[in-house]
């Protein structure tokens, strides 16, 4: 027990300066944190019996040290220009525009993804789930302080593309929830522009969802495409697992379907249909690549002896088959709600 302190201690830290970058009222005061962030997750990436950890941490501290170290010199320039280090105005294009940059980098949104695939494939699961949820809640508030409309939505465009072609040749679990992660970040940009309330509920939604996914990927020790083939994984929990697969891609049965819906409406409403339609299309992509591998585990002729219920076996049945029954009628307790309320 006692010998995982520190790693209390680098979680305590790393939610400290989070906070402290979304509650500062400075540019320095966000970069601060953000560095107190990023000193603090890389003792947690570490592991000593794991060398690809060691590699994905040394590539992460490079490239976030590289995106501060940007973030930094454009708030410089802001301080020599205009003798402040407030939020600066919009009309101020190119700092703008690096400071996008440097915070697309820090969260792994494309065109400045490339360190994200590989960095996900040397942690465990837990620290996937960190870097895929909670270290682009600073970076995305941040952006939503000075946003540069057309570049977002280039990158936009961009992300949505990477993330669902980039998905379709993987076999291996961890990136493929990486691209994942990159073409939600598209939707999660696209969230900001049309409505602040909308980024917040698609945030929300896509973090449950995400640890629901990796709650059965960490507790069955799934690492690789093939190994969901196995018959030592019931049938139920398969059906538990690819329903929260088809639900994180916005199915529309499902409850990933409902934040999607909310940024598609909100869009429409914008006058940008050329972005929304793409993004659609883009999407659809990634559901056939989830559809695949449902398809795959499902249709792989292999013995099994009968349908197991026993649930005394496999303590761990009864909480994916919870998690995909909220993704299953999540949607439709939602919509009553609402029809009620």
Do not use: D
Request: proline share 4%; hydrophobic share 55%.
């Amino acid at each position: 027990m006692f010998f995982n302190l520190n790693k209390y201690l680098f979680m305590t830290t790393l939610v400290s300066g989070t906070l402290i970058t979304i509650s500062s009222n400075s540019w320095l005061g966000a970069w601060m944190g953000l560095e107190i962030n990023l000193l603090s997750f890389i003792p947690l990436m570490t592991n000593s019996n794991n060398l690809m950890s060691t590699e994905a941490s040394l590539k992460y501290f490079l490239t976030q040290a590289l995106a501060s170290a940007t973030l930094l010199f454009a708030i410089l320039m802001n301080a020599i220009k205009t003798n402040m280090i407030s939020f600066f105005p919009e009309s101020n294009y190119i700092i703008h525009l690096i400071v996008n940059s440097a915070l697309l980098l820090k969260m792994g949104a494309a065109p400045f993804h490339f360190w994200f695939p590989g960095t996900m494939e040397g942690l465990t699961w837990n620290n996937n789930l960190i870097l895929m949820t909670w270290q682009k809640i600073a970076p995305l508030i941040l952006i939503s302080y000075c946003f540069q409309h057309n570049f977002m939505i280039f990158s936009i465009l961009i992300s949505v593309m990477i993330g669902s072609l980039g998905g379709l040749n993987q076999t291996s679990l961890r990136k493929l929830m990486a691209y994942s992660s990159i073409n939600h970040l598209g939707w999660l940009l696209a969230a900001i522009i049309s409505n602040e309330t909308s980024f917040y509920f698609y945030f929300c939604m896509y973090t449950f969802l995400s640890i629901s996914m990796i709650f059965v990927f960490k507790n069955y020790n799934l690492i690789h495409l093939k190994q969901l083939f196995s018959p030592s994984i019931s049938p139920l929990t398969k059906f538990s697992l690819f329903t929260i697969l088809l639900s994180l891609g916005g199915l529309p049965p499902f409850l990933g379907f409902l934040p999607k819906w909310i940024v598609i409406e909100n869009l429409v409403n914008s006058n940008l249909e050329f972005l929304i339609t793409t993004m659609i299309f883009m999407t659809l992509i990634t559901l056939f690549f989830y559809t695949r591998v449902t398809f795959s585990a499902f249709l792989l002729t292999y013995t099994e002896p009968k349908w197991m219920f026993n649930f005394s076996q496999n303590n761990l049945t009864i909480a994916p088959l919870i998690l995909s029954a909220s993704s299953l009628f999540g949607l439709i307790l939602i919509s009553l709600s609402f029809s009620i309320f």
